[in-house]
Antibody, heavy 123, light 109 residues
């Protein structure tokens, strides 16, 4: 059974940094692209960033480009999101999600999600 | 960037049929996925590749996609179906980005 567990969320002041982690188990981690998706209070789901199995292809939403960095460590079955220059509008639950295919830039859905970690950006 | 448009809310009586639309330019040429999210829970995939249903999802959930509109249909709606529903596609016009619709709150009357 696929298991994704996020950690690293918390309360942080605007302009500061935070690093999120996602521990994966139950599947061959280095076969799959991994993504971060967030949901702000009162808002909908927003795709944040994605990384291919070998880190060779990385994409970001315009709202976080230049401030967030996605990475992975296949030896540790872990996904990361380094968030710098945080803004109040970055306040959200952040979910780690597995895309359901092994094709580079495939169009499969997110077939597994973690329970999320809450990031609150406030002074 | 690609935009998906959903109605903010849909209301339906128990036992009736709910239809939630997702509009996008020529969305019929894309693969559409649907997620259900209940308060305090992670999203759950309910329909993928327009009309396929993951194991464990009731047959009451179905999907279609043509032209500029994709539709999630929930037949014989139950109280437990009350949730937020999101459509999603992949946009390769600039890199490879996930795109979600704004979400639809399904209320069971």
């Amino acid at each position: 059974e696929v298991h994704l567990v996020e950690s690293g969320g918390g309360l942080v002041q605007p302009g500061r940094s935070l690093r999120l982690s996602c521990a994966a188990s139950g599947f061959t981690f280095d076969d799959y692209a991994m993504h971060w998706v967030r949901r702000a209070p009162g808002k909908g789901l927003e795709w944040v960033s994605g990384i291919s199995w070998n880190s060779g292809n990385i994409d970001y939403a315009d709202s976080v480009k230049g401030r967030f960095t996605i990475s992975r460590d296949n030896a540790k079955n872990s996904l990361y999101l380094q968030m710098n220059s945080l803004r109040t509008e970055d306040t959200a639950f952040y979910y780690c999600a597995k895309r359901g295919d092994t094709i580079l830039r495939g169009v499969a859905p997110f077939d597994s999600w973690g329970q999320g970690t809450l990031v609150t950006v406030s002074s | 960037s690609y935009v998906l448009t959903q109605p903010p809310s849909v209301s339906v009586a128990p036992g009736k049929t709910a239809r939630i639309t997702c509009g996008g330019n020529n969305i019929g040429s894309k693969s559409v996925h649907w997620y259900q999210q209940k308060p305090g829970q992670a999203p759950v995939l309910v329909i993928y590749f327009d009309s396929d249903r993951p194991s464990g999802i009731p047959e009451r959930f179905s999907g279609s996609n043509s032209g500029n509109t994709a539709t999630l249909t929930i037949s014989r709606v139950e109280a437990g179906d009350e949730a937020d529903y999101f459509c999603q596609v992949w946009d390769s016009s600039s890199g490879h980005s996930g795109v979600f619709g704004g979400g639809t709150k399904l209320t069971v009357l």
